[in-house]
């Protein structure tokens, strides 16, 4: 069975970091885009990042310069280094493989609060 | 960016309904148009891809049509676990990749 499991959410405050992992099983985080999506009430659904099979990663530009993507082949697992982090960062953070998106991960949760 | 514009935000409706969402991409995107339906607390689930093929596993009640910048996801007949949010996605192959805003399908 193709899943995607994350963790590393928490509550942080305003410009700390956090290092979300997106661990996959039943197939190779090399041979599929994998990206981060993220989830407010109030902004819906917004694509974050993506690595691509080749490596190539993308950004949106509200996270540019602050998210970087990686990813660990050996343990089958991608990350997402989230730093500088501001309240409206505040969302559930769901991996999803392929695109269009299938599978998604049940999403590992992000607060930022002083 | 592409702005992807669902309507409407909410429907209310009874088993057995026809429910009908649209979606509008801010410019085309040929059919490269995926459909999600998502429940409270969980991942979103992907129905439809490619605009109108049917994501395994998916019942035939949904379906999907449309190209270029309107797209509609139809269900044909609304089951009680159809109750959910759907979101459409424009899928082109380069990112940014963006979601409409959503549509709740409530019980009338």
């Known amino acids: 069975e193709v899943q995607l499991v994350e963790s590393g959410g928490g509550l942080i405050q305003p410009g700390g970091s956090l290092r979300l992992s997106c661990a996959a099983s039943g197939f190779s985080v090399s041979n599929i885009y994998v990206s981060w999506v993220r989830q407010t009430p109030g902004k819906g659904l917004e694509w974050v990042s993506v690595i691509y099979s080749s490596g190539s990663t993308y950004y949106a530009d509200s996270v540019k310069g602050r998210f970087t993507i990686s990813r660990d082949i050996s343990k089958n697992t991608v990350y997402l280094q989230v730093s500088s982090l501001r309240a409206d960062d505040t969302a559930l953070y769901f991996c999803?493989?392929?695109?269009?998106?299938?599978?998604w991960g049940q999403g590992t949760l992000v607060t930022v609060s002083s | 960016d592409i702005q992807m514009t669902q309507s409407p935000s909410s429907v209310s409706a009874s088993v057995g309904d026809r429910v009908t969402i649209t979606c509008r991409a801010s410019q085309g995107i040929g059919s490269w148009l995926a459909w999600y339906q998502q429940k409270p607390g969980k991942a979103p689930k992907l129905l439809i891809y490619?605009?109108?093929s049917l994501q395994s596993g998916v019942p035939s009640r949904f379906s999907g049509s449309g190209s270029g910048t309107d797209f509609t996801l139809t269900i044909s007949s609304l089951q009680p676990e159809d109750f959910a949010t759907y979101y459409c996605?424009?899928?082109?192959?380069?990112?940014?990749?963006?979601f409409g805003q959503g549509t709740k399908v409530e019980i009338k």
């Open positions: 996605q424009q899928a082109q192959s380069f990112p940014p990749w963006t």
């Open positions: 999803a493989g392929n695109l269009p998106f299938h599978p």
């Open positions: 490619a605009a109108s």
